[in-house]
């Protein structure tokens, strides 16, 4: 049975615990804090369900779902996104529209001129790059889109995602499969036709993709999980000494000197130098200090059904950054899951700073409602103030897969290929998403 140490019980941690447990393994999870689940956190507030960090998973493939499933409890207590509330917004001079959802939506929408229209159906005719350099996420929607459908559609999705700066982001690292429906495919529609082709050749029904959470919150996953592990998640960890022997590693931890076959580190980037690593492969691992986490502020705001005029008919809106707002965007959170308000009450989960803007970041509550509520009474039509707030401000939130992050991946690899039994698994390395770090887990093998 090898035995494996993981650090970190975040939803990376935790999940590739679970996942390994399952296949024989004996695994310890060790956890600085005295709270599991990271940034994963799901707050009750007089009758409000606030997340402070992810609101959601996508079930994107038969595994995540098989994964999940596969969590003693964990099945009933899922909830799945409301389909009433399947259409997203975004903000264009002022007022907000609803994003197309079809191509006779995306002709007809008054969302983007008919200029920009016709550049998009031109987009399967323009010729794949064959310039072998790092290409940023804006110049290329800006080459095979066009200028507006960068600004008032790729521009604002960044900002939904990573909280990021598209000229800055590198679409291979960031977008990888947008980069290979262009590299396997020559482009975006292109690609997505192949896709269409593929699975009716197959003749198996496509999965059907989901956004789900808990009737608890998102947190219910890395409780729930950190239940079937048992005494394998230790939380409040002083971790004294990891060393690599000649076979395996040594990690004392609380006045333990344990020996294992391998070690899963699951820290953020900038948490690697706290770790008690041995010298050389501390000097290794230290240019990932070098990764970009911009601050974001997740304020949650509850108010009255009859204060807000919007029709919060979908699951949020985003808002491009050439429309000179102070957030990033604003998710609609009872309208897409069940629970997350009292009866007569509405609940919105709002995202400002970012990359886009660090300096509009803030802990304080006071001055951060101060900042966000003029935008969100004239684009939703709010008329009173709220009756509840909820502020989490994270000071480093999301790795920015930035133009020549191929260099911190290959400081990975290099120290992984260095020092066997050594893996590195968290959102700076497998994708930022939950389901890529779900996905990253469900991949380990013994």
């Not at 079809?102 to 064959?130: G, H, M, N």
């Not at 200028?147 to 700066?165: C, R, W």
């Not at 108010?303 to 005029?309: A, C, E, H, L, M």
Request: proline share 6%.
């Amino acid at each position: 049975m090898p035995r494996i140490c993981i650090i970190g019980a975040g939803i990376s941690g935790l999940a590739a615990a679970w996942q390994l447990r399952q296949q024989g393994a004996d695994c310890i999870v060790l956890e600085k804090a005295q709270r599991i689940g990271g940034a994963i956190r799901s707050e009750q507030i007089d009758g409000f369900l606030a997340e402070a960090g992810p609101n959601s998973i996508q079930i994107s493939n038969p595994e995540i779902a098989a994964f999940l499933n596969s969590i003693p409890g964990l099945k009933d207590q899922q909830i799945t996104a409301n389909t009433a509330a399947n259409k997203r917004f975004l903000v264009r001079d002022g007022r907000v529209y609803p994003v197309p959802m079809s191509p006779l939506q995306a002709l007809t929408t008054p969302l983007w001129s008919r200029s920009a229209k016709l550049r998009l159906l031109k987009e399967p005719f323009v010729s794949r790059r064959e310039d072998t350099s790092e290409e940023s996420v804006a110049d290329f929607a800006c080459r095979r889109l066009g200028s507006e459908l960068y600004h008032y559609a790729i521009n604002p999705l960044v900002g939904g995602i990573y909280a990021g700066k598209p000229e800055a982001l590198s679409l291979r690292y960031a977008f990888p499969k947008l980069y290979a429906l262009e590299a396997q495919n020559g482009g975006l529609i292109r690609g997505a036709l192949a896709k269409m082709r593929a699975s009716k050749k197959t003749g198996q029904p496509r999965f059907k993709k989901s956004i789900i959470s808990f009737k608890d919150g998102l947190e219910s996953l890395p409780q729930y999980l950190s239940k079937a592990l048992g005494t394998s998640v230790q939380t409040g960890v002083r971790i004294e000494r990891i060393k690599r022997n000649v076979t395996n590693w040594t990690v004392d931890w609380n006045g333990n000197s344990e020996r294992y076959d391998r070690v899963i580190i699951t820290a953020p980037a900038h948490a690697l130098s706290e770790l008690p690593l041995p010298q050389d492969l501390q000097e290794a691992l230290a240019p990932l200090a070098a990764i970009e986490y911009p601050p974001v502020s997740v304020l949650s705001l509850g108010f009255q059904r009859s204060s807000v005029d919007h029709l919060l008919d979908g699951f949020g809106v985003l808002v491009p950054e050439c429309e000179q707002r102070s957030i990033l965007g604003a998710l609609f959170t009872s309208s897409f899951f069940e629970g997350r308000a009292p009866r007569g009450s509405i609940l919105l989960t709002v995202f400002v700073g970012g990359d886009r803007q660090p300096h509009l970041s803030s802990n304080n509550a006071s001055l951060l409602e101060q900042r966000v509520l003029p935008d969100l009474t004239e684009l939703l039509g709010i008329k009173e103030g709220p009756v509840m707030r909820h502020l989490t401000h994270w000071p480093r939130a999301i790795p920015q897969y930035k133009i020549g992050y191929g260099h911190y991946l290959k400081t990975i690899t290099d120290a992984e290929t260095h020092y066997p039994g050594l893996e590195i698994m968290s959102n700076y390395r497998n994708g930022i998403s939950l389901s890529y770090c779900l996905e990253a887990a469900i991949a380990a093998k013994l």
